[in-house]
């Protein structure tokens, strides 16, 4: 059973930066990539990012391109979404997604609030 879980969200004011972290635990056997999506209040799941696992392939979403940077660090099996520049309309649940064998798993969410 693998598991992801995110950390490190956090209120932070407009013009800000922070850092979040997946890690994933358990058997990741044929892991292919991690990502980041996140859901605003009354808004769909809206891709972030992704980065495979093989390689480090980088690939955003059209909204934060320029401003966020996803990186992984193998051993330990997390994955970083560096977000600079923040905007209030950064502001949602921001999920890992972790693509292992053509299953998609889930992180429970880290809430980011950009406001001042």
């Known amino acids: 059973q693998v598991q992801l879980v995110e950390s490190g969200g956090a209120l932070v004011q407009p013009g800000g930066s922070l850092r979040l972290s997946c890690a994933a635990s358990?058997?990741?056997?044929?892991?292919?990539?991690m990502a980041w999506y996140r859901q605003a209040p009354g808004k769909e799941r809206e891709f972030v990012g992704q980065i495979r696992w093989s390689g480090g392939t980088t690939d955003y979403g059209d909204s934060v391109k320029g401003r966020f940077t996803i990186s992984r660090e193998l051993r330990k099996y997390t994955v970083y979404l560096q977000m600079n520049s923040l905007k209030p309309e950064d502001t949602a649940v921001y999920y890992c997604?972790?693509?292992?064998?053509?299953?998609?798993?889930w992180g429970q969410g880290t809430q980011v609030t950009v406001a001042s």
């Open positions: 358990g058997r990741i056997s044929g892991l292919y990539g």
């Open positions: 997604n972790a693509n292992i064998l053509s299953r998609e798993l």
